[in-house]
């Protein structure tokens, strides 16, 4: 992928040095004429373009602001009850991840999302332990987190 990049940002310069104009036209012209290279000989190169990588490290930008929003509004309606009905616990999520920025990725959204908490990470990185402020379903807790964020990490990785 760094390859595609400067691969890219060398064919923008170039576009402007031959130009012998020197400005974020020129250069932006040069960048989008150096995309359509590297899209016309993607083949060549042994990674997938990457723009889709990109595309994809946005949508789980995105998705994690969604769930940051979706995750204050269920704990705001929980602070707000004049009773306290949540039912608390630990669930153990077993993930497809392997690498060790993808798990560590994965524990720190869960982390940084209101209402979750990882406490503990298995020996052989496997199983992640997560405390939740209202666990009214194990099953669609661990559905919705793979479903999400495990997801969208392995969109960005593979």
Do not use: C
Not at 33 to 48: A, D, K, T, Y
Request: no cysteine; glycine share 4%.
């Amino acid at each position: 992928m760094s390859f595609q990049i400067l691969l890219n940002l060398l064919l923008a310069f170039t576009w402007m040095f031959l130009k012998n104009e020197y400005s974020g036209n020129t250069f932006t012209i040069g960048y989008i004429l150096g995309l359509l290279i590297l899209i016309v000989f993607r083949h060549f190169f042994n990674e997938r373009f990457y723009l889709l990588r990109v595309y994809a490290v946005m949508k789980l930008v995105l998705l994690f602001f969604r769930e940051l929003l979706l995750s204050n509004i269920a704990v705001l309606k929980v602070i707000l009850k004049p009773r306290l009905t949540i039912t608390p616990g630990i669930f153990a999520l077993e993930t497809k991840l392997t690498k060790d920025w993808e798990i560590t990725t994965l524990a720190n959204l869960i982390t940084l999302t209101p209402g979750t908490l990882v406490v503990n990470v298995s020996a052989d990185n496997k199983t992640l332990y997560i405390h939740a402020m209202d666990l009214a379903d194990k099953q669609e807790a661990i559905d919705n987190i793979k479903n999400t964020f495990e997801k969208a990490i392995m969109e960005v990785s593979r």
